[in-house]
C-alpha cells in the first residue's frame, strides 16, 4: 500500500491538473470571498449589498458565511474535477494497462487513490481556512474571537466532507473510462445539491447536508443527518474498489 | 517444467464476434516466441487475457500453473509486461517514470535497478525529462525499460519495437536475448518478422483470433511464408 500510495501522491504532486486545481481551491476561493469584502466596504449601491449577502455586513461572520457558500458549489466542483482526473487519466493515458499483473491488487491502487486525495482535499481545506483567516486579518476584519475560530473550523470541515460526496464522481471516471465521465457527475452532483435544498430535501440529502450545515453556522442540519456521510462515502468507497478489482480492459 | 506464463484452450470474444477462440500457448524458461499476424489478429487479445486484463470466457489462463485469479501476487513480481501504451506518465521525469514502476513491482534496490536499465537502454540524456517531453521512441524505450528494469523472469512484450530508432531495436533484441539465456520465458508480437526471425526460438502465426501454425526462425523468404500460411488459413475458414 505505501508504494501505492507514493506512487498516487507523486503523480497528483508532478501535474498540472494538481497544482492548478490545489491554487483555484485555496487563492480562488479567497479572492472571490475578499474581492465580496471590497466590494461591501466601497460600495453603498444598495441593490449590489443586497446581492453580496451575508458579507454586506463587514465583519468576520458576513466573510467566513460568503466563503462557506463560495465552497460549498466551487470547492465541490474544484474538488471533484481533481477526483475525477485521478481516476479517469488511466484509462485516457493508456496507462490503465501498466497497472495490471503487478505484484499489488487493483483495489489497492484505487484506495491508494482515494487516500492522497483524502489527504489532498483535508489540506486544502485547512490552507483555505487560514488563508481565509489571513485575508479576512489584512481587511481589518478585527482579533479572531472564539465565533469566528468556529466558524473557521465549519469552514476546513466543509471541504473535509465534500470529500465524501464527490466519491460517486471516482466512481463515474472508473465506469465511464474518461476524465470526462466524471467531470460530468461532478456537475451533475453540484445540479442535485441545489435541487435537493429547493425541494426541501435538506439535511437529509447528503450531497447537501455539509453546506447546509456550515451556512446555517451548524443549526438547521443534525449530527445524524451529517453522520448519513459515512454510509454514503462507504458505499461508494466499496463500488469504486470493486469496480476496480473485477474491471477488464474490454473497451 | 510448468510454463511460466500459459494459456489453455481459452476463448474470448468480444460483441462484435472478434477476440481469441480455443488458444493454447506455453510460454517456458529460456524460450523467446514471437507472435505475428495481421493487424485485427488477436495479438493484443490474447496478451490481455495471459496478464489477466481479460478473463477468459472459456479455458484457462495460468501464471506458474495456477489460474490468475487463485495465482499469489506475489508471483506477478516476477513479470514484466508492455502491452500497448508505455506506463509513462507525462508529468513525471523518465527516471521518477522508472521508480513508479519499480516500486509497484516491490523492487528491493530501485536506485541500482533504475541506474542499470538507464545504462542499459541509453536513457541518461533522456532520464531527467518529462516524458510527454520525451519523442514517441524515447517513451517507448522507457516503458519498455519500465517492464523489465526488474529482472523478470516472465516478460510479455506487445509490439515493442514500434516507434523504437534501429538503435533502440538493437539495445532492445541484445536484452531479450540476454534475458532468455539467464532463463526467461519471453512473448513479443510484432509485424517485423524480419526482426523476430533473429531472436525468436519459435513464431507463432496468430489469424483471426487463432493460432494456426509456427513458422521455423530460418524459414528462407519468412514474409512470404508468412502470407502463404495466412491466405491457406483464410481458405480454408471461407471454404
Redesign the interface.
Known amino acids: 500500500m505505501r508504494a501505492a500510495i507514493w506512487a498516487e501522491a507523486v503523480k497528483l504532486a508532478g501535474s498540472t491538473v494538481g497544482r492548478v486545481g490545489s491554487a483555484a481551491i485555496v487563492i480562488g476561493i479567497s479572492v472571490i470571498s475578499a474581492s465580496m469584502l471590497l466590494a461591501a466596504a466601497t460600495t453603498t449601491d444598495p441593490q449590489l449589498l443586497a446581492k453580496l449577502g451575508p458579507v454586506a455586513a463587514g465583519d468576520w461572520r458576513g466573510f467566513l458565511l460568503g466563503a462557506v457558500q463560495i465552497t460549498g458549489a466551487g470547492g465541490l466542483g474544484g474538488f471533484a474535477v481533481i477526483l475525477a482526473w485521478m481516476f479517469g487519466r488511466e484509462f485516457g493515458d493508456g496507462t490503465i494497462a501498466g497497472l495490471f499483473a503487478l505484484p499489488m491488487r487493483r483495489t489497492t491502487i484505487a484506495l491508494a487513490k482515494l487516500i492522497v486525495y483524502l489527504a489532498w482535499a483535508t489540506a486544502m481545506s485547512l490552507l483555505l481556512a487560514i488563508v481565509l483567516a489571513l485575508v479576512g486579518t489584512l481587511a481589518g476584519l478585527g482579533p479572531i474571537g472564539t465565533g469566528t475560530l468556529e466558524a473557521l473550523a465549519r469552514q476546513a470541515a466543509l471541504g473535509v466532507m465534500s470529500v465524501a460526496i464527490t466519491l460517486p464522481v471516482a466512481w463515474a471516471a472508473t465506469l465511464a473510462r474518461s476524465v470526462l465521465g466524471g467531470v460530468s457527475v461532478a456537475i451533475a452532483l453540484v445540479v442535485v445539491a441545489q435541487v435537493s435544498v429547493l425541494a426541501g430535501l435538506g439535511g437529509w440529502m447528503p450531497l447537501a447536508a455539509p453546506a447546509l450545515w456550515a451556512i446555517s453556522l451548524g443549526t438547521t442540519v443534525s449530527p445524524l443527518q451529517l453522520s448519513l456521510l459515512i454510509p454514503f462515502g462507504a458505499i461508494f468507497v466499496v463500488l469504486i474498489t470493486q469496480s476496480w478489482r473485477r474491471m477488464q480492459l474490454d473497451r | 517444467m510448468t510454463a511460466a506464463l500459459a494459456l489453455e484452450q481459452a476463448t474470448r470474444t468480444?460483441r462484435n464476434g472478434s477476440g481469441i477462440f480455443d488458444v493454447d500457448l506455453e510460454l517456458t524458461s529460456g524460450q523467446i516466441v514471437a507472435l505475428v499476424g495481421l493487424n485485427g489478429a488477436g495479438k493484443s487479445t490474447l496478451m490481455?487475457v495471459l496478464?489477466?486484463?481479460?478473463?477468459p470466457q472459456s479455458g484457462r489462463a495460468l501464471l506458474n500453473g495456477d489460474d490468475l485469479d487463485s495465482a499469489p501476487?506475489?508471483?506477478?513480481?516476477r513479470?514484466g509486461?508492455?502491452?500497448?501504451?508505455?506506463?509513462?506518465?507525462?508529468?513525471?521525469t523518465a527516471r521518477?517514470n522508472l521508480e513508479?514502476?519499480a516500486?509497484?513491482?516491490?523492487v528491493a534496490d530501485v536506485t541500482a535497478a533504475i541506474d542499470r536499465v538507464i545504462t542499459e537502454f541509453a536513457l541518461e540524456q533522456y532520464a531527467d525529462r518529462r516524458a510527454r517531453a520525451l519523442s514517441l521512441g524515447n517513451r517507448q524505450r522507457v516503458?519498455v525499460a519500465?517492464a523489465l528494469q526488474h529482472d523478470p523472469s516472465t516478460i510479455?512484450l506487445d509490439e515493442p519495437t514500434n516507434a523504437l530508432d534501429p538503435a533502440g531495436v538493437i539495445r532492445l533484441r541484445e536484452s531479450l536475448l540476454r534475458r532468455a539465456a539467464d532463463g526467461a520465458a519471453i512473448l513479443v508480437s510484432s509485424h517485423h518478422l524480419d526482426e523476430v526471425a533473429r531472436i525468436a526460438d519459435r513464431i507463432v502465426v496468430m489469424n483471426a483470433g487463432r493460432l494456426i501454425g509456427d513458422l521455423a526462425p530460418d524459414t528462407p523468404e519468412i514474409e512470404h511464408a508468412f502470407f502463404e500460411v495466412v491466405r491457406a488459413d483464410d481458405e480454408r475458414v471461407s471454404s
Not at chain 2, 509486461?81 to 513525471?92: D, I, M
Open positions: 468480444f490481455r496478464l489477466g486484463m481479460l478473463r501476487m506475489s508471483a506477478w513480481a513479470v509486461h508492455l502491452v500497448e501504451y508505455p506506463l509513462a506518465y507525462g508529468e513525471l521518477r513508479l514502476s516500486r509497484l513491482r516491490g516503458g519500465a510479455v
